[in-house]
């Protein structure tokens, strides 16, 4: 079992629509978890965090957590093709060392 | 948020060519930074971790010998990918961030050996 899983996708969505992605973690001590998006040929970049349960939204962006669950996920309303990216989950243990275990990804296709 | 510049953006070069790619904290001090490697389509993976004046630490089945990590500072860290040859070809990020904060990436360095 990895540490770390997602669905590999490819998710499809018509533009205007909510996408929610998936994420569990085997790691019960986990403490910080984030979402990175990755568009093809890019390097990865920051849009949510979430260090306690529940909700937290920003913009298009909610990120929910429920550590009981090891479950985290991320919902992108109003989606635009512009969304249209790789979404990496990952997670941390902030005792060790900074190192972020990440998933393999979910492709995202936001079609017009 | 914390920003990391890498550099260069690319490298193309013959086989057996060393190469290295620098990758410097801007607004933060790094004691750790992350160096991964992505091939085509494939998942983000960590090669080694950079420790501020002491040995990097390398993920099962990378040779320490090949990539050479240097962490001399707390804005700087190096990977030199030596005698590179074409199966090194790759996208290598370096990543940097506190211990309950996120990693920041690099713009990452496109290796292609000829």
């Known amino acids: 079992q990895k540490e770390v899983e997602q669905n590999s996708g490819p998710l499809s969505v018509p533009e205007g629509a909510i996408a929610s992605l998936n994420c569990t973690y085997s790691?019960?001590?986990?403490?910080?978890f984030f979402w990175y998006r990755q568009y093809s040929g890019k390097s990865p970049e920051l849009i949510m965090s979430?260090?306690?349960?529940g909700d937290k939204e920003d913009g298009r962006f909610t990120a929910q957590l429920n550590k009981a669950s090891q479950y985290v996920s991320l919902l992108i309303r109003d989606s635009q093709p512009s969304d249209s990216a790789t979404y990496l989950c990952?997670?941390?243990?902030?005792?060790?060392?900074?190192?972020?275990?990440f998933g393999d990804g979910t492709t995202l296709t936001v079609k017009p | 948020g914390a920003v990391v510049s890498q550099h260069p953006s690319w490298v193309i070069c013959k086989s057996g060519t060393s190469v290295k790619i620098e990758c410097r904290s801007l607004d933060f001090q790094a004691t750790t930074m992350f160096w991964y490697r992505q091939f085509p389509k494939q998942s983000l993976m960590l090669m080694a971790t950079?420790?501020?004046?002491?040995?990097?630490?390398?993920e099962q089945g990378v040779e320490k010998d090949k990539f050479l990590i240097n962490h001399a500072s707390l804005t700087l860290s190096t990977l030199t990918v030596t005698s590179a040859h074409p199966e090194d070809s790759s996208f290598y990020i370096c990543?940097?961030?506190?211990?309950?904060?996120?990693?920041?990436f690099g713009d990452g360095t496109r290796l292609s050996i000829l």
């Open positions: 790691d019960r001590v986990s403490q910080s």
């Open positions: 990543a940097g961030g506190g211990s309950n904060q996120p990693q920041h």
């Open positions: 950079s420790n501020e004046g002491s040995k990097a630490t390398y």
């Open positions: 979430i260090y306690s349960n």
């Open positions: 990952a997670v941390k243990v902030n005792t060790n060392a900074g190192k972020s275990t």
